[in-house]
Protein backbone atom coordinates (compact mmCIF):
# COMPACT_ATOMS: atom_id res chain seq x y z
CA UNK A 1 0.00 0.00 0.00
CA UNK A 2 1.01 3.06 -0.46
CA UNK A 3 2.15 5.66 1.86
CA UNK A 4 2.20 9.51 2.49
CA UNK A 5 5.61 9.44 2.47
CA UNK A 6 6.67 8.98 -0.72
CA UNK A 7 7.75 11.81 -3.18
CA UNK A 8 5.88 12.70 -6.55
CA UNK A 9 8.86 11.06 -8.55
CA UNK A 10 8.56 7.96 -6.67
CA UNK A 11 5.11 7.42 -7.51
CA UNK A 12 4.31 6.09 -10.95
CA UNK A 13 0.85 5.56 -12.14
CA UNK A 14 1.48 1.82 -11.84
CA UNK A 15 1.84 1.77 -8.66
CA UNK A 16 -1.24 4.17 -8.16
CA UNK A 17 -3.24 1.53 -10.06
CA UNK A 18 -2.80 -1.28 -7.97
CA UNK A 19 -3.42 1.26 -4.79
CA UNK A 20 -6.58 1.91 -6.24
CA UNK A 21 -7.68 -1.33 -7.44
CA UNK A 22 -6.50 -2.75 -4.12
CA UNK A 23 -8.82 -0.07 -1.99
CA UNK A 24 -12.07 -0.74 -4.53
CA UNK A 25 -11.79 -4.25 -4.24
CA UNK A 26 -11.71 -3.87 -0.21
CA UNK A 27 -14.49 -1.24 -0.26
CA UNK A 28 -16.40 -3.38 -2.60
CA UNK A 29 -16.25 -6.89 -0.45
CA UNK A 30 -18.76 -6.72 2.66
CA UNK A 31 -16.83 -9.45 4.31
CA UNK A 32 -13.67 -7.32 4.49
CA UNK A 33 -13.45 -4.92 7.97
CA UNK A 34 -9.83 -3.70 6.79
CA UNK A 35 -11.21 -0.16 5.66
CA UNK A 36 -9.67 1.93 8.23
CA UNK A 37 -6.82 3.33 5.37
CA UNK A 38 -9.35 3.34 2.45
CA UNK A 39 -9.76 7.08 2.66
CA UNK A 40 -6.36 7.88 3.55
CA UNK A 41 -5.04 5.66 0.56
CA UNK A 42 -7.84 7.24 -2.19
CA UNK A 43 -6.60 10.73 -0.87
CA UNK A 44 -3.14 10.22 -1.68
CA UNK A 45 -4.00 8.65 -5.23
CA UNK A 46 -6.51 11.19 -6.20
CA UNK A 47 -3.74 14.21 -5.02
CA UNK A 48 -1.80 12.50 -7.15
CA UNK A 49 -3.84 12.09 -10.23
CA UNK A 50 -5.80 8.63 -10.72
CA UNK A 51 -8.79 9.96 -12.31
CA UNK A 52 -10.71 6.42 -11.18
CA UNK A 53 -9.57 6.81 -7.48
CA UNK A 54 -10.96 10.69 -7.67
CA UNK A 55 -14.52 9.10 -8.26
CA UNK A 56 -14.45 6.18 -5.68
CA UNK A 57 -13.76 9.14 -3.27
CA UNK A 58 -16.01 11.20 -4.16
CA UNK A 59 -18.53 8.18 -3.07
CA UNK A 60 -16.86 7.73 0.29
CA UNK A 61 -17.23 11.24 0.93
CA UNK A 62 -21.06 11.23 -0.02
CA UNK A 63 -21.55 8.60 1.97
CA UNK A 64 -21.92 5.70 -0.44
CA UNK A 65 -19.74 3.07 0.73
CA UNK A 66 -20.29 1.05 4.14
CA UNK A 67 -19.03 1.89 7.25
CA UNK A 68 -17.44 5.06 6.08
CA UNK A 69 -19.33 7.92 7.15
CA UNK A 70 -19.70 11.13 4.93
CA UNK A 71 -18.26 14.24 4.28
CA UNK A 72 -19.96 16.46 2.30
CA UNK A 73 -17.88 19.48 2.67
CA UNK A 74 -15.17 17.31 1.24
CA UNK A 75 -16.64 16.09 -1.53
CA UNK A 76 -17.77 19.50 -2.67
CA UNK A 77 -14.39 20.44 -2.32
CA UNK A 78 -12.86 17.46 -4.36
CA UNK A 79 -15.65 17.72 -7.44
CA UNK A 80 -14.89 21.66 -7.28
CA UNK A 81 -11.61 21.13 -7.42
CA UNK A 82 -11.57 18.51 -10.75
CA UNK A 83 -14.26 20.34 -12.18
CA UNK A 84 -12.38 23.77 -12.22
CA UNK A 85 -8.81 21.54 -13.50
CA UNK A 86 -7.00 22.98 -9.85
CA UNK A 87 -6.87 19.09 -9.63
CA UNK A 88 -4.92 17.79 -12.47
CA UNK A 89 -5.68 14.25 -13.57
CA UNK A 90 -2.94 11.99 -15.31
CA UNK A 91 -4.01 12.61 -18.72
CA UNK A 92 -2.26 9.31 -19.72
CA UNK A 93 -5.15 7.34 -17.97
CA UNK A 94 -7.79 6.81 -20.43
CA UNK A 95 -10.57 7.96 -17.86
CA UNK A 96 -9.12 11.06 -16.59
CA UNK A 97 -11.71 13.16 -19.33
CA UNK A 98 -14.61 10.92 -17.69
CA UNK A 99 -13.88 11.64 -14.27
CA UNK A 100 -13.87 15.49 -15.12
CA UNK A 101 -16.80 15.24 -16.54
CA UNK A 102 -18.65 13.41 -13.86
CA UNK A 103 -17.17 16.09 -11.43
CA UNK A 104 -18.43 18.97 -13.24
CA UNK A 105 -21.94 17.12 -12.98
CA UNK A 106 -21.97 16.66 -9.70
CA UNK A 107 -20.53 19.39 -8.58
CA UNK A 108 -23.60 21.20 -10.44
CA UNK A 109 -26.02 18.97 -8.46
CA UNK A 110 -23.68 19.81 -4.95
CA UNK A 111 -24.70 23.77 -6.13
CA UNK A 112 -28.51 22.66 -7.05
CA UNK A 113 -29.18 20.76 -3.37
CA UNK A 114 -26.71 22.46 -0.91
CA UNK A 115 -24.10 19.83 -0.73
CA UNK A 116 -21.48 20.87 0.95
CA UNK A 117 -22.11 24.54 0.35
CA UNK A 118 -25.51 26.95 0.35
CA UNK A 119 -27.70 26.06 -2.81
CA UNK A 120 -27.53 28.27 -5.96
CA UNK A 121 -29.32 27.11 -8.86
CA UNK A 122 -27.49 30.08 -10.72
CA UNK A 123 -24.23 27.84 -9.92
CA UNK A 124 -26.11 24.43 -10.74
CA UNK A 125 -27.14 25.48 -14.22
CA UNK A 126 -23.53 27.04 -15.15
CA UNK A 127 -22.02 24.12 -14.32
CA UNK A 128 -24.24 21.54 -15.47
CA UNK A 129 -24.14 24.02 -19.14
CA UNK A 130 -20.38 23.38 -18.90
CA UNK A 131 -20.87 19.44 -18.59
CA UNK A 132 -23.41 19.32 -21.01
CA UNK A 133 -21.26 21.29 -23.66
CA UNK A 134 -18.33 19.22 -23.36
CA UNK A 135 -20.40 16.59 -24.53
CA UNK A 136 -21.41 14.85 -20.75
CA UNK A 137 -24.81 12.91 -21.42
CA UNK A 138 -25.75 12.94 -18.11
CA UNK A 139 -25.61 16.70 -17.84
CA UNK A 140 -27.00 17.33 -21.45
CA UNK A 141 -30.34 15.14 -20.02
CA UNK A 142 -30.51 16.71 -16.64
CA UNK A 143 -29.42 20.51 -18.28
CA UNK A 144 -32.87 19.67 -20.03
CA UNK A 145 -34.59 19.19 -16.85
CA UNK A 146 -33.56 22.24 -15.63
CA UNK A 147 -34.31 24.01 -18.50
CA UNK A 148 -38.18 22.44 -18.40
CA UNK A 149 -38.66 23.74 -14.80
CA UNK A 150 -36.92 27.18 -15.15
CA UNK A 151 -34.00 26.20 -12.62
CA UNK A 152 -31.33 28.98 -12.85
CA UNK A 153 -33.56 31.11 -14.40
CA UNK A 154 -33.54 29.58 -17.98
CA UNK A 155 -36.67 27.84 -18.77
CA UNK A 156 -37.10 27.07 -22.23
CA UNK A 157 -38.64 23.26 -22.47
CA UNK A 158 -38.55 23.61 -26.48
CA UNK A 159 -34.59 23.66 -26.30
CA UNK A 160 -34.91 20.95 -23.46
CA UNK A 161 -36.49 18.76 -26.16
CA UNK A 162 -33.91 19.49 -28.81
CA UNK A 163 -31.63 18.24 -26.61
CA UNK A 164 -33.23 14.93 -25.02
CA UNK A 165 -33.66 14.21 -28.91
CA UNK A 166 -29.99 14.34 -29.78
CA UNK A 167 -29.00 12.74 -26.53
CA UNK A 168 -31.23 10.04 -27.38
CA UNK A 169 -29.13 9.55 -30.73
CA UNK A 170 -26.16 9.31 -28.92
CA UNK A 171 -26.76 7.51 -26.14
CA UNK A 172 -30.28 6.30 -25.41
CA UNK A 173 -28.87 4.59 -22.04
CA UNK A 174 -28.81 7.94 -19.73
CA UNK A 175 -31.06 7.51 -16.89
CA UNK A 176 -34.07 9.51 -17.28
CA UNK A 177 -33.71 10.57 -20.55
CA UNK A 178 -37.22 9.15 -21.82
CA UNK A 179 -38.76 9.74 -18.40
CA UNK A 180 -38.31 14.01 -19.24
CA UNK A 181 -39.04 13.44 -23.25
CA UNK A 182 -42.53 11.70 -21.66
CA UNK A 183 -42.91 14.26 -19.47
CA UNK A 184 -43.10 17.36 -21.74
CA UNK A 185 -45.35 15.62 -24.81
CA UNK A 186 -47.62 14.66 -21.30
CA UNK A 187 -47.91 18.05 -19.81
CA UNK A 188 -47.35 20.01 -23.42
CA UNK A 189 -44.54 21.95 -21.86
CA UNK A 190 -43.16 24.01 -25.22
CA UNK A 191 -45.57 22.60 -27.17
CA UNK A 192 -48.98 23.98 -28.61
CA UNK A 193 -51.42 20.95 -26.47
CA UNK A 194 -50.60 18.13 -24.74
CA UNK A 195 -49.70 14.63 -26.63
CA UNK A 196 -50.31 12.01 -23.84
CA UNK A 197 -49.81 9.35 -26.75
CA UNK A 198 -46.37 10.73 -27.79
CA UNK A 199 -45.73 10.55 -23.89
CA UNK A 200 -46.67 7.26 -23.46
CA UNK A 201 -44.36 5.97 -26.58
CA UNK A 202 -41.67 7.22 -24.84
CA UNK A 203 -42.20 6.21 -21.38
CA UNK A 204 -42.70 2.93 -22.96
CA UNK A 205 -39.46 2.98 -24.64
CA UNK A 206 -37.77 4.04 -20.87
CA UNK A 207 -39.45 0.97 -19.61
CA UNK A 208 -37.56 -0.96 -22.09
CA UNK A 209 -34.42 0.75 -20.65
CA UNK A 210 -35.34 -0.14 -16.32
CA UNK A 211 -36.04 3.69 -16.36
CA UNK A 212 -37.72 3.14 -12.77
CA UNK A 213 -38.94 6.99 -13.19
CA UNK A 214 -40.37 6.11 -16.87
CA UNK A 215 -42.04 2.92 -15.75
CA UNK A 216 -44.04 4.51 -13.06
CA UNK A 217 -45.20 7.17 -15.34
CA UNK A 218 -46.22 4.45 -18.03
CA UNK A 219 -48.25 2.63 -14.92
CA UNK A 220 -50.72 5.46 -14.12
CA UNK A 221 -51.16 5.72 -17.87
CA UNK A 222 -52.76 2.27 -17.88
CA UNK A 223 -54.07 2.66 -14.55
CA UNK A 224 -55.89 6.17 -15.82
CA UNK A 225 -56.44 4.75 -19.24
CA UNK A 226 -54.49 7.90 -20.94
CA UNK A 227 -52.74 7.77 -24.10
CA UNK A 228 -53.37 3.96 -24.12
CA UNK A 229 -56.46 1.84 -23.14
CA UNK A 230 -57.09 1.27 -19.35
CA UNK A 231 -55.56 -1.99 -17.88
CA UNK A 232 -55.19 -1.68 -14.10
CA UNK A 233 -53.65 -5.49 -14.08
CA UNK A 234 -51.08 -4.16 -16.57
CA UNK A 235 -50.34 -0.98 -14.16
CA UNK A 236 -49.79 -2.95 -11.10
CA UNK A 237 -46.88 -4.96 -12.96
CA UNK A 238 -45.59 -1.80 -13.94
CA UNK A 239 -45.67 -0.17 -10.26
CA UNK A 240 -44.11 -3.40 -9.41
CA UNK A 241 -40.99 -3.37 -11.39
CA UNK A 242 -40.89 0.62 -10.71
CA UNK A 243 -40.75 -0.32 -7.10
CA UNK A 244 -38.34 -3.09 -7.75
CA UNK A 245 -35.71 -0.36 -9.32
CA UNK A 246 -36.16 2.05 -6.27
CA UNK A 247 -39.07 3.92 -6.92
CA UNK A 248 -40.01 5.20 -3.61
CA UNK A 249 -43.61 6.47 -5.50
CA UNK A 250 -44.16 3.46 -7.78
CA UNK A 251 -44.20 1.08 -4.58
CA UNK A 252 -46.91 3.85 -2.65
CA UNK A 253 -48.75 3.43 -6.03
CA UNK A 254 -48.39 -0.39 -6.18
CA UNK A 255 -49.74 -0.67 -2.45
CA UNK A 256 -52.67 1.89 -3.25
CA UNK A 257 -53.55 0.16 -6.21
CA UNK A 258 -53.08 -3.60 -5.38
CA UNK A 259 -55.32 -3.04 -1.90
CA UNK A 260 -58.54 -1.63 -4.18
CA UNK A 261 -57.76 -4.08 -6.31
CA UNK A 262 -58.07 -6.64 -3.62
CA UNK A 263 -61.73 -4.78 -2.71
CA UNK A 264 -61.15 -3.38 0.20
CA UNK A 265 -63.14 -0.13 0.38
CA UNK A 266 -60.82 2.45 0.83
CA UNK A 267 -57.41 2.58 -1.62
CA UNK A 268 -55.03 2.93 0.83
CA UNK A 269 -55.10 1.45 5.06
CA UNK A 270 -53.99 4.14 6.84
CA UNK A 271 -50.62 2.06 7.73
CA UNK A 272 -49.87 2.02 4.45
CA UNK A 273 -49.96 5.46 4.25
CA UNK A 274 -48.37 6.22 7.42
CA UNK A 275 -45.57 4.24 6.40
CA UNK A 276 -45.19 6.12 2.88
CA UNK A 277 -45.57 9.42 4.47
CA UNK A 278 -42.52 8.67 6.82
CA UNK A 279 -40.19 7.71 3.94
CA UNK A 280 -41.02 10.68 2.35
CA UNK A 281 -40.04 12.75 5.52
CA UNK A 282 -36.91 11.18 6.08
CA UNK A 283 -35.80 10.70 2.64
CA UNK A 284 -36.04 14.79 2.29
CA UNK A 285 -33.77 15.20 5.31
CA UNK A 286 -30.00 16.56 4.36
CA UNK A 287 -28.91 13.81 5.46
CA UNK A 288 -26.24 10.87 4.12
CA UNK A 289 -28.26 8.02 3.13
CA UNK A 290 -26.96 5.50 6.25
CA UNK A 291 -28.24 7.90 8.46
CA UNK A 292 -31.62 8.60 6.82
CA UNK A 293 -31.65 4.66 6.98
CA UNK A 294 -31.55 4.00 10.74
CA UNK A 295 -33.97 6.62 11.58
CA UNK A 296 -36.54 4.90 9.53
CA UNK A 297 -37.91 2.36 12.08
CA UNK A 298 -38.61 4.56 14.87
CA UNK A 299 -40.05 7.58 12.58
CA UNK A 300 -42.32 4.74 11.28
CA UNK A 301 -43.22 3.36 14.78
CA UNK A 302 -43.20 7.24 16.25
CA UNK A 303 -46.06 7.99 13.32
CA UNK A 304 -48.26 4.95 14.22
CA UNK A 305 -47.99 5.97 17.90
CA UNK A 306 -49.79 9.14 17.08
CA UNK A 307 -51.81 8.03 14.35
CA UNK A 308 -53.13 4.91 17.11
CA UNK A 309 -53.74 7.68 19.55
CA UNK A 310 -56.32 9.52 17.34
Not at 36 to 41: G, I, S, V
Request: a positive charge.
Amino acid sequence: MLTAGATDGEVSLSQLETAYTTTAYILNDRNNESIHNATATLEYCAEHGHPLAALLLLDVYEGKRRGLQAQPEKAEQLARRIAAGELKLNVEHKQSVTVKLESMFRYALYCEKGVGRPKSEHDAYEWMLKASNSGYGKARVELARYLISGKGGHKNPRTALKLLKAQAGIDARVPNLFFYMGHIYLSGAGLRKRNPERAFYYFSYGEKLNDANAINNLAAMYERGIGTEKDELTALRLYKKAAQLGNKAASANMQRLGYRKAGHEFATPDSVRVDNAAMQVIEALPLPQNTRSKLTAPFRNHAREIMNSL
